[in-house]
């Protein structure tokens, strides 16, 4: 079996439907305008008939389809000896998504030649569920929304809600005392016993003080987050280490990690509780399933970044043990949208996510979905 071409294209589908269109970050924000859907993907197609497809998240389409260049001719089984190889081009290298992107596609294959789902090529399941935590992205922070939201998800089964922070650290007290109003809001709605945690990533966090986000960390510390999310600037391991070791609240960052070695700097130095790379940036199934391997020499959990990945990183977390990998990302709003082209919609079911479907990840674009397609 040989590849004979990579091909790039995108999919636009109808207007976005109420739960795919996200609400105004903060209390006053308008919420986002409804607009026709419209996706990326990746497939790598061979002499005998079977393609992979992968949705790409982020990357050039241009840049993925001329890396996709240089598995013409390859046999997609031999998933590591590629992988190799893209990541010794240089440029490449420095481009990790791209070869993420077609690392998952080429396990998509790899799967279909198979008949299997990802997880069984890499010796699972482990495990029959996964437990979810709902990734409240899109959803109006304004308290008393947040808290009514946060009470329709529990009653669906979640055990674990993630809120997205409107106010960084340019709002001085102000921010502080907003944040800790929704956090507060969260938890008297869902009761001591459901796991709330906390990102900044719409609010900005390179504007942050390390003082500041202490400050904040104490304040929240009566609400008994499971986590603190990426509080500073991705890579500012100093400020996260320090946050790290004043406040009881544990530390998640690490989505914008894309290899073992980062991610073996970043557990030594930076004081995480919990890693999240992500399958789509993060060199793939080849090397998630090494920064796992990594981490758990640390004692470190690893809960990948999982919105637009969330097949992708079901996957891998079936064929890793709980100790491990405890938990899902669930983005409720993103996957309305990441989803929006495939036949089927694979998401938790009262609260835990079930054995995925193959074979490969289980993808396949339902053609009446599509309004129109244009290949890259």
């Known amino acids: 079996m040989k590849i004979?071409?990579?091909?790039?294209?995108e999919l636009e589908g109808r207007i976005q439907q109420p739960l795919a269109?996200?609400?105004?970050?903060?209390?006053?924000?308008?919420?986002?305008?409804?607009?026709?859907?419209?996706?990326?993907?990746?497939?790598?197609?061979?002499?005998?008939?079977?393609?992979?497809?992968?949705?790409?998240?982020?990357?050039?389409e241009k840049e993925v389809k001329d890396a996709g260049q240089l598995l013409i001719g390859e046999d997609p089984r031999r998933t590591e000896a590629i992988w190799e190889k893209l990541y010794s081009n240089v440029s490449l290298r420095q481009r990790m998504p791209i070869i993420a992107v077609l690392?998952?596609?080429?396990?998509?294959?790899?799967?279909?030649?198979?008949?299997?789902?990802?997880?069984?090529?890499?010796?699972?399941?482990?495990?029959?569920?996964v437990r979810a935590y709902a990734g409240m992205l899109g959803f109006s922070t304004d308290p008393g929304a947040a808290a009514e939201a946060s009470a329709e998800y529990v009653s669906k089964g979640f055990t674990a809600l993630k809120w997205y922070l409107p106010y960084n650290g340019s709002f001085g007290r102000e921010g502080i005392n907003g944040n800790v109003a929704?956090?507060?809001?969260?938890?008297?709605?869902?009761?001591?016993?459901?796991?709330?945690?906390?990102?900044?990533?719409?609010a900005n966090p390179r504007l942050n003080s390390v003082l500041w986000a202490i400050d904040l960390a104490r304040r929240l510390e009566e609400?008994?987050?499971?986590?603190?999310?990426?509080?500073?600037?991705?890579?500012?391991?100093?400020?996260?280490?320090?946050?790290?070791?004043?406040?009881?609240?544990p530390l998640a960052y690490g989505e914008h990690f894309y290899n073992r070695w980062q991610i073996k700097q970043m557990v030594e130095t930076g004081r995480p509780t919990v890693v999240q790379p992500d399958p789509i940036w993060a060199g793939g199934v080849s090397e998630m399933r090494k920064i796992i391997a990594v981490c758990s020499t640390y004692?470190?959990?690893?809960?990948?970044?999982?919105?637009?990945?969330?097949?992708?990183?079901?996957?891998?977390?079936?064929?890793?043990?709980?100790?491990?990998?405890?938990l899902a990302e669930w983005g409720v709003r993103i996957n309305q949208n990441s989803?929006?082209?495939?036949?089927?919609?694979?998401?938790?079911?009262?609260?835990?996510?079930?054995?995925?479907?193959?074979?490969?990840?289980g993808y396949a674009i339902a053609p009446e979905k599509v309004a129109r397609r244009v290949d890259l």
Not at 346 to 359: D, K
């Open 4 to 9: 004979t071409a990579v091909k790039v294209f």
């Open 182 to 202: 929704v956090v507060r809001a969260v938890r008297e709605a869902v009761g001591p016993d459901v796991e709330i945690m906390c990102d900044w990533v719409l």
């Open 103 to 129: 690392d998952l596609a080429l396990w998509d294959l790899v799967g279909k030649v198979r008949n299997a789902p990802v997880y069984e090529l890499l010796g699972g399941p482990v495990r029959e569920r």
């Open 21 to 60: 269109v996200f609400e105004g970050l903060r209390a006053g924000q308008p919420p986002h305008k409804p607009a026709p859907h419209r996706e990326r993907f990746v497939q790598v197609e061979t002499d005998e008939g079977l393609s992979g497809l992968q949705y790409i998240s982020h990357g050039d």
């Open 223 to 249: 609400f008994r987050p499971t986590w603190i999310e990426e509080p500073f600037n991705f890579d500012d391991l100093d400020s996260h280490r320090r946050l790290a070791e004043s406040t009881s609240i």
């Open 299 to 326: 004692g470190v959990a690893v809960v990948p970044h999982g919105n637009e990945s969330c097949r992708n990183a079901l996957h891998i977390l079936f064929a890793h043990q709980e100790r491990n990998c405890p």
């Open 339 to 361: 989803q929006h082209f495939f036949r089927d919609f694979y998401g938790p079911e009262n609260g835990y996510f079930p054995l995925p479907r193959g074979p490969g990840f």
